[in-house]
């Protein structure tokens, strides 16, 4: 069992900035953001392994940065030039891993929260 709760979110103007957090109850291999836009499939946005290797869609590479205290069991997300099209759901996610793949029974989600790039 892994709890992830989430603070951040909101509504800021084109090319503004949102830093969003996540916390675990306990230590997870990989953890990361996913969103979800109306109308959208859920897309991975970025994550981040415990050893620091990271992946990034490339929509928002260049723009959004993922990083994580493994002493806190916590990922931030800051995110940077935001674009009306980053409108979306963000959920944090945890994920065990093996050398078979990752998440299956071991994939733990947050609850979501809102984020709205408009003017």
């Known amino acids: 069992q892994v709890q992830l709760v989430e603070s951040g979110g909101g509504l800021v103007q084109p090319g503004g900035s949102l830093r969003l957090s996540c916390a675990a109850s306990r230590s997870i291999y990989r953890m990361g953001w996913y969103r979800q836009a109306p109308g959208k499939q859920r897309e991975l946005v970025a994550s981040i392994t415990s050893g620091g290797n990271t992946n990034y869609a490339d929509s928002v590479k260049g723009r959004f940065t993922i990083s994580r205290d493994n002493a806190k069991n916590t990922v931030d997300l800051q995110m940077n030039s935001l674009k009306p099209e980053d409108t979306a759901v963000y959920y944090c996610?945890?994920?065990?891993?093996?050398?078979?793949?990752?998440?299956?029974?071991?994939?733990?989600w947050g609850q979501g929260t809102q984020v709205t790039v408009s003017s």
């Open positions: 996610n945890a994920e065990s891993c093996s050398g078979l793949g990752c998440g299956g029974r071991f994939a733990y």
